[in-house]
């Protein structure tokens, strides 16, 4: 154990040796931060049309993507599930499920943006794959974690496929799903306004080119706004779970 904690000290500092950092720069750095910050207060909101428009060009990205990513995953975590599927059936759809989420949101963005061009649609698309990646792994292994007696039950009665599921599989983890569709809202309002840094729509472009115009106040301001928006949809979003009588504590697990 000493010997790992050694080989780990060892090659942290070959790390930071190779990657140039010193004292000095981490000295500047602070000083940088420093004035950087001191430029950013007090927050000014000087173009409150486009603010508010990003913000709500976020939130509509946010809830579209959400709902198409959450619709699409409920059947590719279902064909994922190997206690449902076969072989064949379930690997095809782990590999889907993990090329969604082999890639970073922003990656994603850039490649729709180069493919339908510069604005919301993008910013959709990115994050209904990010979605279908985050949720259909979720999905399929809450389905692989339950009870396969009712399963069986159903089964035996010469219900169909279909009936099966409904009756046998989704009562089961009903809870679980809407948890997770609510946390993916939350992930999604977050990524939104992330995307729009390279042209995805939402916010992240408004936050963008005020950086740009060196409008630090005003980013200060779209940083308070956007902080605002997630807490009201986390809010919101316990509310949902509340009401459904999902337990918050296992869905956010």
Known sequence: MTVAWLALVAYMIFAGLRLDFTWDRFIIGLDNAE???GRM???AILQPDSMAKGLLE???IAILASFFGVLLSLPLGVLAARNLMPAWVSWPART????????????????????????AIAGILTLIVASMGFIGKLFAEAIEEISLKQVEAVRASGAPFMSVLTYGVFPQVFS????FATYQIDSNLRNSTMVGIVGAGGIGATLFAAFQ??????VCAILIAI??????GESLAR?????????VSKSDA
Do not use: Q
């Open 35 to 37: 004035r950087f910050l």
């Open 41 to 43: 207060f007090p927050p």
């Open 58 to 60: 976020s939130l509509e």
């Open 96 to 119: 889907t499920i993990a090329l969604c989420r082999s890639f970073h949101p922003v990656i994603v963005a850039i490649l729709f943006v180069k493919a339908v061009g510069f604005g």
């Open 176 to 179: 679980r799903f809407v948890g």
């Open 213 to 218: 115009r060196f409008d630090y106040n005003f």
């Open 227 to 232: 902080i605002l928006m997630i807490m009201i």
């Open 239 to 247: 509310w949902v779970r509340r009401i459904l009588g999902v337990d």
